[in-house]
């Protein structure tokens, strides 16, 4: 199915509160997907030179004061946000869709500062949105309608896979696994590289080895129709190497990971309190 262009779901104008490592990696991807520069205004109060280069190109950076937008997209860091969500509160009640990626901050949050009638979309990306492979779940409030959630699925689309939530409780179940996954798959090579250190090979190679794995696995699994499972089984040949290194991972991974999810996400319920 072709991707919603950005103008088909109603992106005629966009402001861009806080433009850092993950709001510069959607800016990035909607130019890319061909928004004008000319509807969008960005407020970051340290801009980067990638990003005065992008306010050179056409870009609104830093208005006195804000014109009115089909969305607003919130990307400063949670600590930001009460300093921050303010400069926002000019396009309250003028219809203004607020998409916020910050994680932490409920809906409910957003509410209080902006009234409930506010439609208010809430996402969790993760990190490999910054080469445009992450994956984004959403969750809207009672006023945010359905072309607008699609608005926001298609603003996130710029840096990955949109997926939508049944209800707010399962953010804290997305940032554990999908939020704070990458790290996992990142000390998943660590581990091993140190393995493969441990079993005679320099520290380099078995780094190397470990990184492209991981990447070529990813990369297959993301590309193969079969799910994770089959390609298990495909090169698992009974009483093999990988039989046997299976034979010792298996019994403890599926255990160590339900608690590692379950850790990062009571992590993001305590956060929410
Ligand atoms: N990175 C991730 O993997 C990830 C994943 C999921 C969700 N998120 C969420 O995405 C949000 C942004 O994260 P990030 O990693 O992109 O952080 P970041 O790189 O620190 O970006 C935040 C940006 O907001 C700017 N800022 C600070 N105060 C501001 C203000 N008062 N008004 C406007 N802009 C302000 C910061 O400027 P200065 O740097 O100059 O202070 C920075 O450019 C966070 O809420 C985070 O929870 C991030």
């Not at 969750?139 to 699609?150: F, L, R």
């Not at 409780?169 to 140190?194: D, K, N, R, W």
């Not at 297959?220 to 093999?240: F, H, I, K």
């Given at each position: 199915?072709?991707?919603?262009?950005?103008?088909?779901?109603?992106?005629?104008?966009l402001v861009l509160l806080g433009c850092?490592?993950?709001g510069?990696?959607m800016l990035?991807?909607w130019?890319?997907?061909?928004?004008?520069?000319?509807?969008v205004q960005v407020i970051d109060?340290?801009?980067?030179?990638?990003?005065?280069?992008?306010?050179?190109?056409?870009v609104?950076?830093?208005?006195?004061?804000?014109?009115?937008?089909?969305?607003a997209v919130i990307a400063?860091?949670?600590?930001?946000?009460?300093?921050?969500?303010?400069?926002?509160?000019?396009?309250?009640?003028?219809?203004?869709?607020?998409?916020?990626?910050?994680?932490?901050?409920?809906?409910?949050?957003?509410?209080?500062?902006?009234?409930?009638?506010?439609?208010?979309?809430?996402?969790?990306?993760?990190?490999?949105?910054?080469?445009?492979?992450?994956?984004?779940?959403?969750?809207?409030?009672?006023?945010?309608?359905?072309?607008?959630?699609?608005?926001?699925?298609?603003?996130?689309?710029?840096?990955?896979?949109?997926?939508?939530?049944?209800?707010?409780?399962?953010?804290?179940?997305?940032?554990?696994?999908?939020?704070?996954?990458?790290?996992?798959?990142?000390?998943?090579?660590?581990?091993?590289?140190?393995?493969?250190?441990?079993?005679?090979?320099?520290?380099?190679?078995?780094?190397?080895?470990?990184?492209?794995?991981?990447?070529?696995?990813?990369?297959?699994?993301?590309?193969?129709?079969?799910?994770?499972?089959?390609?298990?089984?495909?090169?698992?040949?009974?009483?093999?190497?990988?039989?046997?290194?299976?034979?010792?991972?298996?019994?403890?991974?599926?255990?160590?990971?339900?608690?590692?999810?379950?850790?990062?996400?009571?992590?993001?319920?305590?956060?929410?309190?």
């Amino acid at each position: 199915m072709a991707k919603t262009s950005l103008a088909e779901a109603g992106v005629d104008s966009l402001v861009l509160l806080g433009c850092g490592k993950m709001g510069g990696a959607m800016l990035e991807g909607w130019l890319k997907g061909g928004l004008s520069p000319a509807v969008v205004q960005v407020i970051d109060p340290y801009p980067s030179g990638w990003l005065k280069a992008q306010a050179a190109r056409g870009v609104t950076l830093n208005p006195a004061e804000l014109a009115p937008a089909a969305v607003a997209v919130i990307a400063v860091k949670p600590q930001m946000m009460t300093q921050a969500a303010p400069r926002l509160a000019v396009l309250a009640g003028q219809g203004t869709v607020l998409l916020s990626i910050a994680a932490g901050t409920p809906i409910a949050a957003f509410e209080a500062m902006f009234g409930a009638g506010t439609p208010i979309i809430r996402a969790m990306p993760n990190t490999p949105a910054a080469v445009g492979r992450g994956i984004s779940a959403l969750i809207g409030n009672a006023a945010a309608t359905e072309a607008q959630m699609a608005m926001a699925e298609a603003l996130l689309a710029a840096v990955g896979q949109t997926v939508r939530l049944d209800s707010e409780e399962q953010m804290h179940a997305v940032t554990g696994l999908s939020g704070s996954g990458p790290a996992y798959v990142f000390h998943m090579i660590e581990a091993m590289a140190a393995a493969g250190t441990a079993a005679g090979l320099p520290p380099d190679l078995a780094m190397r080895l470990a990184r492209a794995t991981v990447a070529g696995a990813g990369a297959l699994a993301d590309a193969s129709p079969e799910p994770a499972e089959q390609l298990r089984v495909n090169v698992t040949s009974p009483g093999g190497t990988t039989a046997a290194g299976l034979g010792v991972l298996m019994p403890e991974l599926s255990d160590l990971m339900t608690r590692t999810v379950a850790a990062a996400a009571g992590r993001s319920r305590e956060l929410a309190e």
